[in-house]
């Protein structure tokens, strides 16, 4: 990697135009040099909310496990836009600070639909008997229709992983009458499984 391309990367995130900074961003996020999350993380409490994105972005591009205290923070304490973007940057991630912070986040009464349906869209990569409940929870009570879609997406996958379990015969069956095609098209499908 050249030296000086990285210097230059470096000296972009402190100019004082945003879009440099996020100019910046995009390109460490392409690079991933080594010690990059070092540089990003600082940008996660700039002044400008859309660097702060960008930052977010950028630590999930590099792919590096150190990022994930860093994001579930920002989830955390964020609010809005950047909560539903601390989010979608922990898809890269599978650990049980990770599913911690999705279940957390599930929880917020002020989390956006968008930051619901990103959380549950990953959710389907932990089979404990807390994830299934918050999904189903998600299926049966959400009042966002891609929610409880990918909330049933996710229910799906864990259904076939775990074998069909017989008793998750009156969930689905509850499902099958959400007025959401895409909701109750799961439902039906793991009916029709059981059923065969």
Same mark, same amino acid.
């Given at each position: 990697?050249?030296?000086?391309?990285?210097?230059?990367?470096?000296?972009?995130?402190?100019?004082?135009?945003?879009?440099?900074?996020?100019?910046?961003?995009?390109?460490?996020?392409?690079?991933?040099?080594?010690?990059?999350?070092?540089?990003?993380?600082?940008? %996660?409490? $700039?002044? +400008?909310?859309? /660097? &702060?994105?960008? @930052?977010?972005?950028? =630590? !999930?591009? *590099?792919?590096?496990?150190?990022?994930?205290?860093?994001?579930?923070?920002?989830?955390?304490?964020?609010?809005?836009?950047?909560?539903?973007?601390?989010?979608?940057?922990?898809?890269?991630?599978?650990?049980?600070?990770?599913?911690?912070?999705?279940?957390?986040?599930?929880?917020?009464?002020?989390?956006?639909?968008?930051?619901?349906?990103?959380?549950?869209?990953?959710?389907?990569?932990?089979?404990?008997?807390?994830?299934?409940?918050?999904?189903?929870?998600?299926? %049966?009570? $959400?009042? +966002?229709?891609? /929610? &409880?879609?990918? @909330?049933?997406?996710? =229910? !799906?996958? *864990?259904?076939?992983?775990?074998?069909?379990?017989?008793?998750?015969?009156?969930?689905?069956?509850?499902?099958?009458?959400?007025?959401?095609?895409?909701?109750?098209?799961?439902?039906?499908?793991?009916?029709?499984?059981?059923?065969?």
């Amino acid at each position: 990697m050249n030296d000086e391309v990285v210097r230059a990367l470096r000296r972009d995130l402190a100019n004082p135009d945003r879009l440099e900074r996020q100019n910046a961003l995009t390109r460490i996020g392409d690079l991933a040099p080594e010690g990059g999350i070092d540089w990003v993380v600082p940008l %996660l409490t $700039d002044k +400008d909310v859309h /660097v &702060r994105i960008d @930052a977010l972005l950028c =630590l !999930s591009a *590099l792919r590096d496990s150190v990022a994930i205290p860093h994001l579930i923070e920002v989830l955390e304490h964020a609010h809005g836009e950047e909560q539903e973007y601390a989010i979608i940057a922990l898809r890269p991630f599978t650990a049980p600070a990770v599913k911690k912070a999705l279940l957390a986040a599930l929880e917020d009464p002020s989390l956006p639909n968008v930051g619901r349906m990103h959380a549950v869209m990953q959710l389907w990569r932990y089979a404990g008997d807390d994830v299934i409940d918050a999904l189903k929870d998600a299926v %049966l009570k $959400d009042p +966002d229709r891609n /929610v &409880r879609s990918h @909330a049933a997406d996710s =229910l !799906s996958f *864990l259904f076939r992983a775990l074998g069909k379990p017989p008793d998750w015969r009156s969930f689905w069956e509850k499902t099958q009458e959400d007025p959401e095609v895409g909701v109750s098209e799961f439902a039906e499908a793991a009916l029709r499984s059981l059923d065969s």
